[in-house]
């Protein structure tokens, strides 16, 4: 039969029992007290955000103070960039040859006065673009061929040509 086990007296604490440590096993590198708790560290999204969409599909873009979008090669995108033309004030067009053939891939330079206020490369050959009342000097280059053009706000289709 087991030895009795001291009772405390009535209204004490019992102490803590106590253990004497055992020896670390042969060959086991020695116990490395843990770091204290600091503040709590913030935690890694659970998901990761989407990847940002690629540069031709048509989303709508800022500039300096200039919203735009372009696109413009397909049928759908021609009667998607129609139905949001409202929503801007001035519009480009961009084509190369006797036929008109679309152009994408053109850099473009917003100037007024003698400062860039908007600067972009165009995905598709037609851009609409929301910039403050005014005119403007459009800088286009393809190719390393610039065309230059003067746009004034709700003016529509401005075409360059290369």
Sequence with gaps: MPPPVAQPAPGTAAPPPTASPAPPP???APAVPAAPATAAQPRPPLTTPPAPPPRDAMVQRTAGPVTYICGGVAEDEQVALQRLAR??????????GDRGEYLSD???KLMRGNKEVASFVADGP???LK???GTYSV???YQGRTKTATVSTGGRNSQMRW
């Design 26 to 28: 042969a060959g086991a």
């Design 87 to 96: 929503n801007f004030n001035m519009s480009l067009l961009f084509t190369q």
């Design 106 to 108: 053109v850099d473009v």
């Design 126 to 128: 037609r851009c609409l």
């Design 131 to 133: 910039a403050p009342s």
């Design 139 to 141: 800088r286009a280059t």
